[in-house]
């Protein structure tokens, strides 16, 4: 069984910083195997694709609207991949989700997701 556990999400002023984790577990899942993403979803509206990295973690591309803000990064020893929101704005407000699978924007890409982590920008 695959888990994955995103922490670090909660309320902060705009202009403000969050750096999320996603921490991935299961006896037959081999972390540096997948490539893994962030997405995330705002009330309403459909989940969205934010950053992606593949599995040496030499290879990121973000959606544009989060391009020099946030920054995505994983460390394949601690089984753990990360996301440094940096400038935040309350558009950014929705609950963030990780996931694991192909190097890719489409949530058809991910096999394995985590419950999410609310991200809440106040203006």
């Known amino acids: 069984q695959v888990q994955l556990v995103e922490s670090g999400g909660g309320l902060v002023q705009a202009g403000g910083s969050l750096r999320l984790s996603c921490a991935a577990s299961?006896?037959?899942?081999?972390?540096?195997?997948?490539?893994m993403g962030w997405f995330r979803q705002a009330p309403g509206k459909e989940r969205e694709f934010v950053a992606t990295?593949?599995?040496?973690?030499?290879?990121?591309y973000y959606t544009d609207i989060v391009k020099g803000r946030f920054t995505i990064s994983r460390d394949n020893f601690k089984n753990t991949m990360y996301l440094q929101m940096n400038n935040l704005k309350p558009e950014d407000t929705a609950v963030y989700y990780c996931?694991?699978?192909?190097?890719?924007?489409?949530?058809?890409?991910?096999?394995?997701w985590g419950q999410g982590t609310q991200v809440t920008v106040s203006s």
């Open positions: 299961g006896r037959t899942f081999t972390f540096s195997w997948y490539a």
């Open positions: 996931a694991a699978g192909q190097i890719a924007t489409m949530t058809e890409e991910y096999d394995y």
């Open positions: 990295i593949n599995t040496s973690g030499r290879m990121t």
